[in-house]
């Protein structure tokens, strides 16, 4: 007889739910405990991001709670910088030491302290906590990571992908995938593939690899890397030329009617013609007289040379646009060589493109009411939508192809209409959003803290923050004429100008949760001796570091004061509409984590030691009036407490006494326990008549006001034509009063371009590249996330150690056969690889899964496992300068608009190793 | 597969063990009964080899179970397996081969009939076990090397054969060989080899039909190759399965357990039906001649080498469907 | 008792359809399953062998592996999770000596029984797929159990009564139902997508099925693009394409 198995005994005594934290996609999950410990974590169906799932990496998030790899107490450094040797020590002294070593600095100079987080999601409190210091040296993770996407969006349309906007999965028809292996927004997308699949929608693929969401797409262009600008360009170039844009829709809600000044030389040569009212002009066919564009009866002329009233001549941005785009230099038989893409592919793409968009036009019966007041019945969609992420961005042009890849979904009149793009809450804001970063020289000052946050988005040259010589005053050199719109700011030079002095030598590099001395650097090897660089008397040149981890990470190794922190099912967090919100199209949220275990060990959530640190430091804010800390329960208590501005503090659900307002309102005391029990979320649908256009929707925008995400209901108008980049442009022409340093001045005057365009990547020009013929990247794997995963018992089984991959062809010229060591070279070192063939790549180029290989020792693993000895990274082969130019000036290898880390411009040269 | 040498000794030595019992068994029907009284110590000495043999290979057997403790649950599902079969066979060989010795070792009052008998049982049940471990391969379809109808029948070729030259060599050793026991190992090892080469012909014949392409119901986009594995260790299933000799490797090594297995020991007997011609001092004059004595041991240690090599090739040359997931393109 | 069921008439045969045209190869429905069993009641824990050493390994129940398959313009990548199949005939339950290998008669889930499994290890020598796991701490051979603790598992909210597998999967590439009947969802999909047996010619009637990869619709695809048509030539044929451009949009807003 058939044995019998218990189908039905209780997984779990409790079930808590909370937020993910195994990547930043925070998705909603369920811990289920048993007998006190963590049985497993599904994901939370009620969850606006996952609705249930979860990926690989959340369902392995028991493994990294229970990790070895945890630290344990706070340590103070005794060995050598990178050995790894501490003591462990008190809280109490941990705190004390810091808060002096803070303490000194700020007394003497403010800016002698860096501050930089990694992808942690409390930016919020972390940028309010530097500018109530009075350091402007501080900024997240963004400049490495996407910060060309992000901004390049900002500027267009106030929004982008990711915590900005996304696809409208439910409709889209026709859908482009730009560069994404994996994303912060890993499960909507994979949900968002699910659906598309499932309604036949077809998917195209622009990837140079063709892996994960890339291998199940309708059809795979193999792009050559760094040449989507042109491909994107050609694109536009045939929609151009068949006259397949969407006129109204441009006309209405972009500039591409407003008026640019063509006065060569004049100060104010390309930026927008305006009457004496400071309004920008359109020409008014109507008329046949210039008139303010906002007018709602004008008709503005799209094409064609004026002449305005002050006798000097003016054409309307569709025109330069139109110029641009249906240049030679933008015919798909003009790119085909360049990008790998046949010509015939790209006229057949545009076709569908335009066949979808204008021939399959979705309309919904959505009453709505425009900015101006006037009532449409429905809402008509173009369901074409368009996903991008660091396959664009991260490379030194990636900010004029990131904003090419706008001005695309623009011109098919596909932003926030069913099918197309929607933003999310808190965007759309204006584009550029209005606050500029704090920090101008004036501004700082022993003691006190800045006018205003450190990251922001300047608006021209005047925003800058610059020396009168023209020289950075961050650490980093964001928002300096290296990257004047360095909008996340550049935490990857941070280290390196540290260490050369350049501009300034630092006391403290005060970091979180960024594995700097290993994944997140480039040139590894260079920045682990910045780290451990001595002066003549034998100090370090980087005198002090504290650095707040969770886990034994390699640069725990190379600080000199660790804060160890606690795991994410131990501590409060807030995903906050100030910050990085989980909002969906159709509903504002936000989220929160909150403890589901005590820890059994000494570590405390940094935030609470921020906070901490703040009230010894006496910040403003962080104490009140006699000086005791203003938020003594912690992180929850600022969670609960803290008003950025009246009404509106870090999270947005369940306010005012009674818990029942939504965006503003008073304190209340009870709203982590209302959280909790809605699932560690709050949600807040939109009206109907709120959830598209929302750049131009009246009811959205001053709900948008009414709530605080924008200042005023004014229309968000589409910035084709990008007056901002103009203006550095002029000042690089020496009009102005803040002008860039003669080195400065071609290559400011070159890449400030107003209209989008294609130039090589930088690498690739500036160094032999017949030498290092291929191109070389890396992808994310979906089961590792960064250095994390690897301490991981189950996904290190999955991603033990990387090969390289490489296309069987040119593997095959290269005498090159499967599993052969080869030795991967680009003009900065050299590497040992094993080799793995493969069909689906770009034959010109060569890639790897991303952070797989370890420090021996490091992360609780054996010195002998695999991620230490069969392993590798490409970060020591990608520079963290360019080469120098003639005046012996190295730039960062970043994009020279935003400060982009160029990740993937770099090139390498294989051979075969003789094994 | 992985050559797992609890298992390649278990299925040596009791096959061995086994076929000797068969041999003393015959020697029992042919030879008369020990007087009664006396007792015959070297027929006593054999079986006890034999016994050792078969339960040392039946010992080892359960050395690589998980639960060694659990064992007598594999005597449960004869019905359907194998392997139970063979648990059940191997233990019921046991009382008839007692009895058999019993009644053999002299206490001749009870008849040379219950002798004969059990002995009979004994020898079938042992060549019967040893059909059903040669079964418990043969009959898995998912390694093309065991799924042959020759598999089980050489096993219990092998078995005689190890089993009689062992015998002979004992024979041997106390002078006690005669001709036609000679001839008749000689006839089994010769035909056991005749067997093995027409396998080995077999197998590489046979068409690996199964592809990459089937097991992953690709074939049809064109050729499949492992582009990610899903783990960078070798997981349980590689570790057992995905063992297999290089060719070359192989060719090598089955000359050598033909060589060892067949060529040599049946040069060994020839030789010592050659010297048995020649009339060798009797036992009286003070022990065997030593040419017979060297040629049956040279025989015997042929033959154990042999077979030990052969049994590693069985396993090590077995490619198991399960690699088709793992990279191999046919099996 | 390993003697296999008698198949009743319009027998419930519970079993995964996999979607390969889908599945993204993201690995959730892998470690979903091992999290899932490691404490699971049916078949855990999955103890792993050296797990922050040089050589880690441990049972799995669920595999995804990676293809790289044809050549040129028609090849593809294709991610293929791998789990038992809970076959109709298969050796692995009938080679076992001890009867701790079975297939339920009920809904013809493939088990184990970890209280009188030997770990003789035949069962995954029968195997042709893969599907089975020795678990070196615990001494006994591990399997998919189709979540059985979760589907028949009234403690859990009813939308939560399926494999963790596929409750994880992200992309909805993974469907769980009854094979059996042939008006379930699972069965439909079968029928529309051309779902397909692996190995079928080993004969052990997977009961588990798999959606192959969809036509392309790009370059290699026969038809010619159905909207090349709209690739038309300019309204008004002279002029440069931006006098064409401009006179367009002048007529057009002029409207
Ligand atoms: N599982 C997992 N998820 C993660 C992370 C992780 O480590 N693991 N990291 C998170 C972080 S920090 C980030 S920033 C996001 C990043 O998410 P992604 O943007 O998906 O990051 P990458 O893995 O860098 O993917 C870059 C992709 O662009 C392609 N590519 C490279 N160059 C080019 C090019 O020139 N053109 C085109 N068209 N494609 C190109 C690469 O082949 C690769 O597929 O992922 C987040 N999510
Ligand atoms: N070659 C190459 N290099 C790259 C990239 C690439 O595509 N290619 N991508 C770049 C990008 S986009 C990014 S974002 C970076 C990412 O690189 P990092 O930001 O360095 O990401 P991680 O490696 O995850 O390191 C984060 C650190 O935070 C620690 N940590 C994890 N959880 C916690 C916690 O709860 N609290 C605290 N205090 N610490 C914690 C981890 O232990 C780890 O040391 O890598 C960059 N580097
Ligand atoms: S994508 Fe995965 S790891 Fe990231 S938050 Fe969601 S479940 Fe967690
Ligand atoms: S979870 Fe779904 S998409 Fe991910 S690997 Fe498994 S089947 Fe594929
Ligand atoms: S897949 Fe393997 S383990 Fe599962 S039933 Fe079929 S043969 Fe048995
Ligand atoms: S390992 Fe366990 S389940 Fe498999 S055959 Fe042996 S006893 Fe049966
Ligand atoms: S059904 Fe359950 S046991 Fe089987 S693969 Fe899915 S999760 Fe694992
Ligand atoms: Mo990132």
New interface residues.
Partial sequence: MQPTVDTNSPPADEVKTTTCYMCACRCGIRVHLKDGRVRYIDGNPDHPINRGVICGKGAAGIRQHYSPARLRAPLLRVGERGAGEFREISWDEALTLASQWLGDVRARDPRQLAFFTGRDQSQSLTGWWAMQYGTPNYAAHGGFCSVNMAAAGLYTFGGSFWEFGEPDWEHTKYFLLFGVAEDHSSNPIKIGLGKLKARGAKIVSINPVRTGYNAIADEWLGVRPGTDGLLVGALIHELLRTQQVDLEYLVRYTNAGWLVRRSPGAADDGLFARDAAEQVLCWDKRTGTAAPADGLEVAPALSGVFTLADAREAVPVFQLLAERYLADEYAPEAVAEQTGIAAATIRRIAAEVAEVAFRQTITLPIRWTDWAGRTHQSVTGRPVSMHAMRGISAHSNGFQTCRALHLLQILLGTIDVPGGFRYKAPYPRPAPPGNSPAGKLADLAPGKPLSGMPLGFPAGPEDLLVDAQGGAVRIDKAYSWDAPLAAHGMMHTVIGNAARGDPYPIDVLFMYMANMSWNSSMNTEGTQQQLTARRANGSYVIPKIIYSDAYSSEMVAYSDLVLPDTTYLERYDCISLLDRPISDPDAPADAIRHPIETPDRNVRPFQDVLLDLGARLRLPGFVDAQGAPQYPGGYADYLVNHERSPGIGPLAGFRGVDGAAWGTGAVNPGQLERYIANGSFSVHPLAPSQRWMKHANRDYLSFARSVGFVDTTEPIVFQLYSEVLQKFRLAARGHGAVQPPATHRARIERYFDPLPFWYAPFEGQQIDAARYPMYALTQRPMAMYHSWGSQNSWLRQIHGSNRLYLHRVRAAALGVAEGDWVSVSSHLGALRAQVTLMEGVNPDTVWTWNAIAKRPGAWGLDPQAGEATRSFLLNPLISDLLPQQQDGYRYSNSDPVTGQAAWYDLRVRIERLAS | ?NPAYSVIFFTTASGAGYGLLAWLVALAVIGDAPAPGEIPWTWLAAHAVAFVLVSAGLLASTA?????E??W?????W??????RE?VLAVLTFLPWLLHVAAGAGFGASGRGLTLVAGAAAAGGALATVWCTGM?YQ?????RAWHQPLVAPIYVLLSLATGGVLALAGLAWFGAATPWAAGLVIVLVALSGALKMRYWRQVDTAGR??TAG?????G??????????????????M???GFVVARKHARRLRRLAALLLFVAPLACLAALVGTMAVASPPVASGGPGMAPVAAASLALLATVCGVVVERWLFFAEAQ???T???GADRA | MTALPQAAPNQKKLGLVIDLDTCVGCQACATSCKEWNDGGAASGPLTDVDPYGKDPYGPWLNRVHSYDVGEGDTSRTVHFPRSCLHCETPACVTVCPTGASYKRAEDGIVLVNPETCIGCKLCSWACPYGAREYDTSGGVMKKCTLCVDRIYNTHLEPQDRQPACVKACPTGARHFGDLGDADSAVSKLVRERGGFDLLPAIGYQPVNKYLPPRARRDVTTAAPSPVAAHDRPAPQPDGTPIERLFSWADRLLSR
């Fill in positions: 597969m690589h179970l998980g639960h060694p659990r064992a649950r594999a005597f449960s599902q019905r359907t397996s194998w392997l139970s648990g418990i009959s898995l379809p998912t390694i039909s199964y089937a097991a992953t119901g690709l049809r986009y064109g050729a499949v190759r492992v582009l990610d594995p899903p783990h960078t260790q070798a997981n349980f299933v570790r057992e399965m198991h469907v399960v088709l997931f793992y």
